[in-house]
């Protein structure tokens, strides 16, 4: 048994392990798999390495450090496993193996780095963006260049809606993703205004952070749980004072990790529990636009065919995919086009474009051909990671020939649209009433 973990932990996870049966359903479901074709870049292949280094059969470390760096963690396999292994448990047992280990392999990049620190200051994150856009034809270094090669344009202003209704469906709690409020500002408006027409009332809690996703991701567990706790902590006290109905995001990743907090901080039952009575709250602001007749808002298109890259998390991990689905289908004049491989995570995966750029590259290409395939105008997204990525993606295949949007922004605009149609058709039918009286 390998020493550096706690021998019940291993115990745990072997248990998870043994609930694979080692059938390959997730191999064409995992996005290094279909970019190398390679068993030790495979949710199986992994799972395989990770059980030799717990039963302390593993010879090469070297082996283990390739195969768990490279995966992106969009646990994608998770949904395509018949026998239900919770995948991410493992990935993360093994990565914290090897970082009790001193291993070097989820050190990252510079730039990687300094996301994950700046991550927890969102002012400090935003003041970055905002020089990089400055920076613009200025040479930059490799890591920063790639940076700013992700990053989209300046937004452009959002149209003003109607007045927002009263607030008759109760109160939400905003939580605000760090990467959302420092790049996509504007993403963050639209949803409020989305939610306010809706009938929502909208409260942004203060004293959140960054959920911490990244960080747990990329291994530094530690620091993914004090930032939990201090969101728990936030979230509690928000929900005391204002008794919310829900607590609403715009970031499929966030919204997904705030959902497991009671599995993140599960070693510390006090915590546990107190994530738990949150985690039921915790709402994709699609979910909570679409009632039990369809759609609160009307939306107007503009006949653009629109593909949508949905959140790995969103989908895989809270279940809540089909929202954002359900709002493109029934936006009046626009073609919502689903491609072949939609499902297919973008090669984002928090920090893993800036570690691992070849790959995510590799990855992101694959998708572009794919979404190519049903020629659309628009592509919409619902994670910041995903849209830095898929940005990038629109820019190395301009045959594609589509804008990348947030789903919010994009909504907005519709349901501006319809709003505008339906007060010109009720001032044509009042001159027309008008007209007919004596």
Not at 66 to 82: D, G, K, Q, S
Request: proline share 6%; aromatic share 8%.
């Amino acid at each position: 048994m390998a020493q550096e973990q706690p021998e019940g932990r291993w115990t745990a996870i072997l248990t998870e392990i043994n609930h694979c049966n080692k059938c390959g359903f997730c191999l064409p479901s995992c996005p290094t798999y279909r970019l190398t074709g390679q068993e030790l870049h495979s949710p199986r292949g992994r799972i395989a390495m990770v059980e030799a280094a717990a039963r302390g059969e593993l010879e090469q470390w070297s082996a283990l450090e390739e195969a768990l760096t490279y995966c992106v963690a969009c646990r994608n396999c998770e949904t395509a496993c018949p026998s239900g292994v919770h995948y991410a448990r493992i990935l993360e047992a093994g990565r914290e193996f090897l970082r009790a280990r001193h291993s070097r392999a989820f050190r990252g990049s510079f730039a990687a780095q300094q996301a994950l620190r700046l991550a927890k200051y969102p002012g400090r994150l935003r003041g970055l963006v905002r020089l990089a856009r400055r920076l613009t034809g200025v040479p930059l270094p490799g890591a920063w260049a790639r940076f700013r090669a992700m990053l989209p344009p300046e937004p452009r202003p959002l149209p003003a809606g109607p007045p927002p209704r009263a607030a008759r469906r109760g109160t939400l709690l905003w939580f605000d993703s760090c990467v959302m409020a420092a790049v996509f500002e504007e993403a963050n408006r639209a949803t409020q205004a989305l939610l306010n027409a809706a009938g929502w009332r909208v409260v942004t809690v203060p004293r959140q952070t960054c959920c911490g996703a990244i960080h747990l991701h990329s291994g530094e567990r530690a620091q993914a749980l004090a930032l939990a706790r201090q969101n728990v902590a936030a979230l509690e006290a928000a929900v005391a004072q204002y008794g919310a109905a829900g607590i609403v995001h715009n970031a499929g990743g966030c919204g997904a990790m705030l959902t497991e907090y009671p599995q993140v901080l599960a070693e510390d039952p006090a915590w546990a529990a107190r994530a738990q009575r949150l985690a039921g709250l915790v709402q994709d602001f699609t979910a909570l636009l679409w009632g039990e007749e369809g759609p609160l808002l009307p939306f107007q298109g503009n006949g653009e065919r629109v593909a949508l890259q949905n959140s790995c998390h969103l989908v895989n991990v809270a279940k809540a995919g089909q929202a954002p689905v359900r709002l493109l289908e029934s936006v009046e004049g626009d073609t919502y086009v689903p491609y072949y491989g939609q499902e297919i995570c973008c090669g984002s995966g928090g920090v893993y474009n800036l570690n691992h750029t070849d790959w995510a590259l590799g990855i992101l290409d694959q998708k572009m051909r794919a979404v190519a395939t049903v020629h659309p105008t628009r592509i919409v997204v619902n994670n910041p990671g995903c849209h830095l990525q898929m940005q990038w993606g629109a820019r190395r295949h301009p045959e594609v020939g589509a804008e990348v949007e947030h789903l919010a922004t994009y909504l907005w605009r519709s349901y501006v649209r319809a709003a505008a149609r339906a007060s010109s058709e009720a001032t044509a039918m009042e001159g027309t009433a008008a007209e007919g009286r004596p």
